[in-house]
Structures are given as structure tokens and as C-alpha cells.
């Protein structure tokens, strides 16, 4: 059995995965959405140039906390030779809970298409496919890839691209419904995303405006995708991984969280950050997202802003609490 005929039955089996987000998927969010259905998760991308010479921050990425079962881990950059490298360092530190590489192609921030880098290698699919080969050779896990539509709306190139990769041995490829030029405006085309499926026999993860259940599952019934990937939509919904796959297998409509079970969740959230992470920075961003749609919600956002420790957090959902009772 080859590796992409593994993941066509991983996917068959957890079709609902947690995508690979920069600064929000690390081990505290990753756990979080894993408790609620989330079995395959991502970590936040991780530079090849950088686990040249990583220290304990780098590591802190890619390597899984205790509870985590598997990781996939998402490397960017665009020299083979630091892909083979940094393929065979990730396969050593993780061990045997690496469940595959991906190789982003699909980040549209300036400072990384700048370098050559992300989805600026759908404008270079020469290098990409050394990347791709590269990645391979040293791999002992799938290889995956992340692109997005095109680079430009008059050069939407992924059918093509992903013919290339697997030809280069990538086991899957994940598709972003826009270019990079669109970054996250305007509708993700899912069309698009199954002209690539079509375009291809290895399997193909959709990804693009799935901020709901239901959109989760219209992307599979719509679209020749293997599965979806979750991103901003588990932004303060980590349940919408379990949900998904209700609605999807056994048509179970998804229940309405109410404050408290959010509230709740805002603090297993904080405790999580507090035992994994060396500073509750992050904490800032994503307790805003649990309490939209709260009463007062704009003033306690003005409120979280302010906290700088888990004990200020905590003090504060004890607040909010007391306001919704």
C-alpha cells in the first residue's frame, strides 16, 4: 500500500482536520481542538532554514506535547537541499507520532513570498518540484503539500502544480480555494478545488471559508475532496471538528454552546496555554474569539488586552462568569 492509498484511508476515517495555522496552532490550541474531534492536527509552520540551527523555540513547534497522540508538521522555504535536512531532523525529533511533512506553498504573507518562499513557489513550479523530490528522497512518512489556486487570478496553475508533485512522490495535496493575491478576501472558489481533485489520483484536502459545520460538509458532498481542513473557523469553536463529523456521518444538527460551556472552554484553553507555552501573549487574541456574541463582549475585549498572567485570565473569566449568570 502506497502512502497516498494511507491517507486516502486516514481521511476516510477523519475527514475533518485541523489546518496548519502560523501563530495560532501550537500545542495548547492543537489540544484543545483534538479533545473535540480534531484527531490529525498541524503544527505552525516551521522555517527549514531555521531547524538548521533550531533551539529549544524551534523545537517547541514541531515537537508534540505528552498528550498529543501524532503530529503533522508543516515546513516552509525554498532550497531543497534545507528541505532534505530539515525532513530527516523532523523524523528524528518526533519519532514514531510523525504522521506526515507538508510543505507549505500556500502562505501569501509579504515576508515570505518575498523570499521565494510559500506560495510564491506556485510562480516557480520547476523548484517546487526539486522541493517536492527533495522532501521525498529523505522521508519515511508522507509528503504533502499545501499551494493554493494560483498565484494570480490569470495564473491559476494548481491543476498543473499538483500533477507535477505527485509525480515528484507527494502522497496529498491540500488546495486553498483563492490565489495568493486574493490572501483571504473575496469567496473561496471550491470549484477550483475540485479541478484539482479531478486533476489528480492522489487524494486532495479543501480548504476555504469552512466556518461552520454544514460548510464542512458541503465541501465534501460538493467536491471530489478526501476531506477539509478547519482554519479560522475553529478560531473560539473548537467543537466544530466533532460537529462536523455528526452532521456529516450521522446528520446530527450541531448544538448551540451557550456562555457557560464557552466560558468553559475559554479556561481550559488558558490552563492549556499556561502548562505549554512560556508566556500567555496568545491568550490575548484567541479569548476574544470565545466571548463574541456575549454580553458586554466589547468591554471585556477591551479587558483581556490588559491581562499579562494566568492569574489576571482566570480573575477575569471569574467576571464574566458573574455577568452572565
Avoid at 497522540?69 to 537541499?81: A, D, N, R
Avoid at 487570478?153 to 495535496?173: F, K, M, T, W, Y
Avoid at 467536491?223 to 469553536?237: D, Q
Avoid at 468553559?264 to 496555554?273: F, I, K, N, S
Amino acid at each position: 500500500m502506497s502512502f497516498s492509498d494511507d491517507l486516502r484511508k486516514l481521511y476516510a476515517e477523519q475527514p475533518i482536520l485541523l489546518a496548519p495555522m502560523a501563530g495560532v496552532t501550537d500545542a495548547a490550541y492543537r489540544i484543545m481542538c483534538r479533545r473535540r474531534g480534531a484527531r490529525l492536527a498541524f503544527s505552525e509552520m516551521v522555517s527549514v532554514a531555521g531547524l538548521a540551527y533550531a533551539n529549544d523555540k524551534t523545537w517547541r513547534l514541531v515537537v508534540p506535547a505528552d498528550e498529543e497522540p501524532q503530529i503533522c508538521v508543516q515546513l516552509f522555504g525554498s532550497k531543497p537541499e534545507q528541505f532534505a535536512s530539515a525532513v530527516e531532523a523532523v523524523q528524528e525529533r518526533v519519532g514514531d507520532r510523525l504522521t506526515l511533512i507538508d510543505i507549505n506553498m500556500a502562505c501569501p504573507a509579504r515576508k515570505v513570498i518575498t523570499k521565494g518562499e510559500g506560495s510564491a513557489l506556485m510562480e516557480t513550479p520547476e523548484l517546487a518540484e526539486e522541493i517536492a523530490r527533495a522532501a521525498v528522497a529523505r522521508a519515511q512518512v508522507p509528503v504533502t503539500v499545501k499551494m493554493r489556486i494560483g498565484f494570480r487570478s490569470d495564473a491559476r496553475n494548481a491543476p498543473e502544480l499538483a500533477r507535477r508533485l505527485e509525480d515528484a512522490g507527494v502522497a496529498a495535496v491540500a488546495v486553498h480555494g483563492r490565489t495568493a493575491k486574493q490572501l483571504y478576501t473575496g469567496q473561496a472558489d471550491w470549484s477550483a478545488i475540485d479541478e484539482v481533485a479531478q486533476a489528480v489520483s492522489i487524494p486532495v484536502v479543501g480548504s476555504g471559508d469552512v466556518f461552520t459545520a454544514d460548510a464542512a460538509v458541503r465541501m465534501l458532498r460538493e467536491t471530489a475532496a478526501s476531506a477539509v481542513f478547519v482554519a479560522r473557523g475553529s478560531y473560539g469553536n473548537p467543537w466544530i471538528f466533532e460537529d462536523a463529523l455528526a452532521l456529516y456521518r450521522d446528520g446530527v444538527t450541531p448544538p448551540v454552546r451557550d456562555a457557560r460551556e464557552r466560558l468553559a472552554a475559554l479556561r481550559e484553553h488558558l490552563t492549556l496555554v499556561h502548562e505549554h507555552l512560556p508566556l500567555m501573549a496568545r491568550a490575548r487574541t484567541f479569548a476574544t474569539w470565545y466571548l463574541k456574541g456575549m454580553p458586554h463582549a466589547a468591554q471585556w475585549r477591551g479587558r483581556v488586552v490588559q491581562c499579562t498572567t494566568y492569574e489576571e485570565f482566570m480573575a477575569l473569566v471569574d467576571e464574566i462568569e458573574a455577568d452572565v449568570a
